[in-house]
């Protein structure tokens, strides 16, 4: 019924099922936690396959913001809610283990106990509308020239929010240079790539190239 909640709410502006007087806040928390720990096994860390899911977009996209001639300013694809945890898994963001010291993803999403420190929170990433973006900027000394970083730049949004890179922070506003974002999808790409190998696919026609953009 909590559900209900947000459709309702989306639907007709509000919802008698948001009520405190329904749910409390203690069952809104676990009602949460259950949807991060869906996500985190159906598409996020916690199924080895949703950075190779996601990866095609982002290497489409990168390569794309890499090049020069590009004939447009703005590149808009849409996609079902489970895509953009999987492409959060292909750039690395919100990954609890980060700094956690361990490579067992799951641990930091418990099943028997509300992790509360989370980074990995499906409403922050896929609310309603939801989007991520790249962008690419280009700095010149009329905005840092006291700064000392003149140059290109890319960056990750998610909901207009920019979002650290990891190991890709080397720029403005959480953005990276353009050597390292070159350097970072490709450590991505043999991480993640082979999309037909790793899921399987047994269709003559497969492909590892996502050209939505061409």
Known sequence: MQLLCGY?????GSSPFCSPSVFSPDEWLAFE???DIRYHYNMGYGNDLSGVIGLPWVNATAQLL???????DLYISFAHRRLPSAIAVALGL?????FSGTNNVNVSMPLDTVNHARAWRSSHIFP????????????????FESG????????VLVNQSPQPLPGCEDG?????????????VRDREER???FSRKCGNEYGDSTDVLSIYR
Not at 94 to 98: D, G, H, K, R, T
């Open 66 to 72: 890499l090049t020069e001639t590009a004939e447009e």
């Open 128 to 143: 309603f509308l939801g989007n991520v973006a790249i962008e690419r900027m280009e700095c010149d000394s009329s905005g």
């Open 172 to 184: 403005p506003g959480y953005g990276c240079s353009r050597d390292a974002f070159v350097k970072f």
């Open 33 to 35: 936690y259950a949807h």
């Open 94 to 98: 919100f990954n609890n283990s980060a």
């Open 8 to 12: 309702e709410t989306a639907i007709r």
């Open 148 to 155: 000392g970083v003149i140059g290109e730049y890319y960056r």
């Open 192 to 194: 993640f790539g082979g």
